[in-house]
């Protein structure tokens, strides 16, 4: 393994670099101060997002995730990884580069799995980042963690499918530019475990789809974002809408899946690489007991373990990323899970330091710690609960020994 960036990963992440100095950190008390503006009317997207994608666009910093299509910039999931890293330094950077969840994960299936009308009329207005969308798995009623528990029904009616079922924690669905969901569902209950469902495209405007509530996390709303509790009734989708077939929907969620969980892993080391850059300006900054604060001993150990843990983790997600580049993802599924694992309990702890160096500043909004502290928290259940990822490498070890 090269731990060396090629030439192009190294000519993007000067440019993306480049672009977060000048248009995103200084427009981070903007975005805060437009939001606010809104009132308790929070599901509205704030100008200054949209100005900076026509900026990120017209810099070709654009679609960046996206390997294997004409609109992405053919970098290799190697060559993304510090990208991803930049983006995550500000919650909502990644957008302006139309690189955030669940969009991409989204555009990802459509591109892989979407016939071409859904790729006319979905992809492309996803590629343009003119729309938005989200992705309905999770559900209120069931332990999804384990997806065969998926109650939700997607039964063929003619030339229709019919969808009842309840969804929660559907990312993104309260944005006002959300226009389409994936959902997934059971269309056989009598198949093999793994061949009982499917995912269907349904337009967020659909009839039956009512958006029941907003779910906040630690108290924040994440509008326009949003995470929301969706009841799906009598939904009534062309058979078009079906992606790959029925019973084909794992197969599309371990595709989508595996890219979706890496790059909430670089986005997350960017987080704690900002909180140890914050958590050092302040112990410099500031006074206590006749000298510095970082010159107090204790933070010596807490500074030189979050540098070891951030590499530990950029590492491991370099190799992961590498492993899905050169043999595919389902061979690096124990690296992708290791990651998934490891990133965002590293980040947690790093920016709880990061907190207890700035005092009662570090729980306020005076600093962006509090809220990345409450978004990186979420990582350890999303896209499967750490748990989850527990299991499949205790599994792995065990395959090694199996026969002998």
Same mark, same amino acid.
């Given at each position: ?105 989204n555009m990802e299936v459509f ?76 269309? %056989?209950?009598? /198949? ?7 995912? *269907?495209?349904? #337009?967020?405007? @659909?009839?039956? $789809? ?118 595919? %993802?389902?061979? /690096? ?7 998934? *694992?490891?990133? #965002?309990?590293? @980040?947690?702890? $790093? ?26 928290r979420t990582l350890r259940l ?23």
């Amino acid at each position: 393994m090269n731990f060396e960036y090629s030439d192009l990963c190294k000519d993007y992440q000067a440019r993306v670099r480049a672009f977060m100095d000048e248009h995103v950190y200084p427009n981070e008390p903007v975005y805060a101060a437009q939001m606010a503006a809104f009132g308790t009317e929070r599901w509205q997207v704030p100008a200054i997002i949209e100005e900076l994608k026509q900026k990120a666009k017209a810099a070709g910093l654009w679609n960046l995730f996206l390997p294997d299509s004409e609109e992405g910039a053919g970098l290799s999931n190697s060559d993304y990884a510090p990208l991803a890293e930049e983006m995550g330094r500000v919650p909502w950077a990644s957008e302006v580069f139309n690189c955030a969840a669940p969009d991409t994960g989204n555009m990802e299936v459509f591109v892989r799995y979407g016939t071409k009308e859904h790729q006319e009329k979905w992809l492309k207005p996803l590629l343009a980042g003119e729309i938005r969308s989200a992705f309905l798995m999770t559900e209120p009623a069931v332990a999804s963690a384990d997806a065969t528990n998926i109650e939700c029904k997607i039964e063929r009616d003619g030339d229709e499918y019919v969808i009842n079922g309840r969804k929660w924690w559907s990312s993104g669905a309260g944005d006002p530019r959300c226009k389409v969901f994936i959902v997934m569902g059971k269309t %056989n209950p009598d /198949a093999d475990v793994h061949s009982q469902q499917s995912m *269907v495209v349904v #337009p967020a405007d @659909a009839k039956g $789809v009512t958006i029941e509530r907003f779910l906040p996390v630690f108290g924040y709303d994440d509008a326009p974002h949003g995470h929301m509790e969706i009841k799906l009734e009598n939904v009534r989708v062309p058979a078009s809408a079906i992606l790959l077939g029925e019973g084909r929907g794992f197969e599309i969620a371990q595709g989508r899946l595996g890219p979706g969980r890496i790059h909430h892993c670089m986005r997350t080391i960017g987080a704690a690489e900002r909180a140890l850059e914050l958590m050092v300006k302040r112990l410099m900054s500031r006074e206590a007991f006749g000298k510095p604060i970082i010159k107090h001993s204790v933070w010596d150990s807490r500074i030189a373990q979050a540098r070891i843990e951030i590499e530990t983790c950029r590492l491991l997600t370099l190799k992961a990323a590498w492993m899905m580049d050169t043999v595919g %993802n389902k061979v /690096a599924r124990g690296e992708i899970a290791m990651i998934k *694992v490891a990133a #965002p309990r590293m @980040a947690l702890k $790093v920016i709880d330091d990061a907190i207890q160096a700035h005092g009662g500043c570090g729980v306020s909004n005076d600093t962006p710690l509090a809220y990345s502290y409450a978004g990186i928290r979420t990582l350890r259940l999303a896209d499967g609960p750490d748990e989850v990822h527990e299991r499949t490498i205790a599994r792995l070890e065990a395959k090694k020994w199996l026969n002998g």
